[in-house]
């Protein structure tokens, strides 16, 4: 703006100054002519009269460098000339000067040079004698005074151009160092140019126009930082050429990402050919998705484009982890198995037996065994039902009463249940500790109590103890259940808890149980927000440990 602004006042000023130059030698110009004539009648006034007086023998002595005199008869014919012979001359009846003075008694004329470098101005008067009596004289015409005066002129226009400059230069530093010196955060606060007050009023609405957009995008983009970094799943935004845009904390941690990758080719991180598949696929307007396991989990990766105006302007990746739901889909597809196979045992074994009975194939006095083996099946076939019952209910986390328990009473209530069990196994049940109560449901409390201490003497070894301990661990209730039966080897150790899971499946008919009782457990404890551990070594034993 500065340039700007001083090439217009530089221009101005040379435009000025050429123009001032033009006009006042023009007026100058036209005032010396105009000197000159009233000079050219005065003296051909004077001359005139002493001509008339003295006859042209005046010429005689005369001695003129300036002015030309010429006395021309009434023919024309010239008589006498102050410059040149008569002789020599052309007739000048002819010239307008001349004629104009011999009809009116006085002429004026003015003619250039052939070269337009000079031009001749000539007043004529009428003699008493009837001659006419003519003066003039040359000068030299505008453009022969400038170009005469060129170097003069030069040097002038050089000064003042200068001048000009340095004027120019000082003045569009004078206007534009208020414009410089503008606050434009707050406009309203400026004390400048009257001019600029509208400016300055729509910039000040603008500005807190933008501003207010600008808290309004901030807080979104906070909000959607928020959102995005406490999301489980992993967002990944891409844009056109696939280069990063945002990735939040948890696709940095499936993708096992530790720095910024921001502005970086996403494939470039993720060089599985699924993935750029499904990248190019989604730049291309379509919908991809794939499943895969990572670092031990499973994940399900959906990627899809981003559109606009029908345009593709990038592609968004959800990763979600389905590590639990195909748990538990691989879980229901065990347990729908595991409960065809342990109702389909007792119950072919009923039928066998019942079949045999039915078509008379058993000795009498084989007949109580029989029937003996039909109830037994049936009673196991009960109790598994129970227990599928009983997990169903905690997995539809249904909101039991809930009561003050006292530990110790429940924990003898299943000693006295299970005496008869651990007295024909030849185990001892010991319980030991002082009273804990707790605020839960007393049911599903005797179940955990029932089903650890079952386990425990049914995989007892003869001659055996079950020691059930109840106390305070940091303020929080325990219930231990410590056996001296067969251990469970480590590899096992993790899965004990699944349904239907089981160490030594061929023993399981032997010592009976459903394969649910743990299970039953587990989610029993966790009904009451507690938790479960277990130790165990192989030929010494199993302590199970509660806490509330």
């Avoid at 000064?159 to 434009?184: N, R």
Wanted: charged share 25%.
């Amino acid at each position: 703006m500065t340039k700007k602004i001083f090439n217009s006042i530089f221009t101005v000023a040379l435009v000025v100054l050429l123009a001032s130059i033009g006009i006042a030698t023009s007026f100058l110009y036209d005032y010396f002519n105009d000197s000159q004539v009233k000079q050219l009648k005065a003296e051909l006034s004077l001359v005139a009269d002493t001509v008339n007086e003295v006859g042209v023998e005046y010429f005689e002595n005369f001695d003129s460098t300036v002015f030309r005199f010429t006395v021309v008869d009434t023919d024309g014919t010239v008589l006498y000339d102050t410059q040149a012979k008569p002789s020599e001359m052309d007739n000048h009846a002819d010239r307008e000067e001349i004629a104009e003075a011999f009809e009116s008694g006085t002429g004026s004329s003015a003619r250039y040079s052939s070269t337009f470098s000079e031009k001749t101005f000539y007043e004529a008067v009428r003699l008493e004698n009837g001659d006419v009596l003519r003066i003039s004289v040359s000068q030299l015409t505008v453009g022969a005074l400038i170009l005469g005066m060129l170097p003069a002129i030069i040097a002038i226009i050089f000064i003042a151009a200068a001048v000009a400059g340095i004027l120019s230069h000082a003045m569009a530093k004078k206007v534009t160092e208020p414009l410089m010196k503008l606050d434009l955060e707050h406009p309203s606060d400026n004390s400048t140019y009257e001019e600029l007050t509208p400016i300055l009023t729509k910039v000040h609405k603008q500005h807190k126009q933008i501003k207010s957009q600008m808290e309004t995008l901030r807080r979104k983009s906070d909000e959607f930082e928020q959102i995005v970094s406490s999301m489980n799943e992993g967002l990944v935004l891409l844009d056109e050429h696939g280069m990063v845009l945002s990735m939040n904390t948890a696709a940095k941690k499936i993708f096992a990402v530790k720095k910024d990758v921001k502005g970086s080719d996403f494939l470039l991180v993720d060089r599985t050919s699924k993935m750029s598949k499904a990248i190019w696929n989604a730049l291309d307007g379509n919908h991809s998705e794939y499943t895969e396991e990572r670092n031990g989990s499973e994940y399900q990766f959906t990627v899809n484009p981003i559109e606009s105006d029908s345009k593709v302007l990038g592609a968004v990746i959800l990763v979600f982890d389905i590590s639990d739901r195909a748990f538990a889909e691989r879980n229901r597809q065990e347990f729908t198995a595991n409960v065809t196979h342990e109702l389909k045992t007792p119950l072919q074994s009923i039928i066998g037996s019942a079949e045999l009975l039915e078509n008379g194939l058993v000795k009498p006095e084989d007949t109580a065994r029989f029937v003996g083996n039909i109830r037994k099946e049936a009673t196991r076939l009960v109790s598994l039902i129970n227990d599928i019952i009983r997990l169903s209910q905690l997995d539809e986390n249904n909101e039991p009463a809930t009561e003050t328990v006292e530990l110790t009473e429940v924990a003898k209530e299943v000693v006295e249940v299970l005496t008869v069990s651990a007295t024909k196994r030849n185990v001892e049940l010991i319980i030991e500790g002082e009273p804990q109560t707790i605020f839960g449901v007393r049911r599903y409390i005797y179940e955990i109590i029932y089903n650890l201490c079952d386990n425990a003497i049914r995989y007892n070894v003869d001659g055996g103890k079950v020691e059930i301990k109840i106390g305070k661990d940091n303020g929080r209730a325990v219930v231990s259940v410590k056996d001296t039966g067969i251990g469970i080897a480590p590899e096992h150790q993790s899965r004990i808890f699944e349904r239907f899971y089981r160490v030594d499946k061929s023993h399981s008919k032997e010592t009976g149980g459903t394969g649910l009782g743990l299970s039953i457990v587990k989610h029993a404890v966790q009904y009451h927000s507690g938790k479960v551990t277990l130790e165990s070594e192989v030929g010494k034993g199993t302590t199970v440990k509660i806490v509330f």
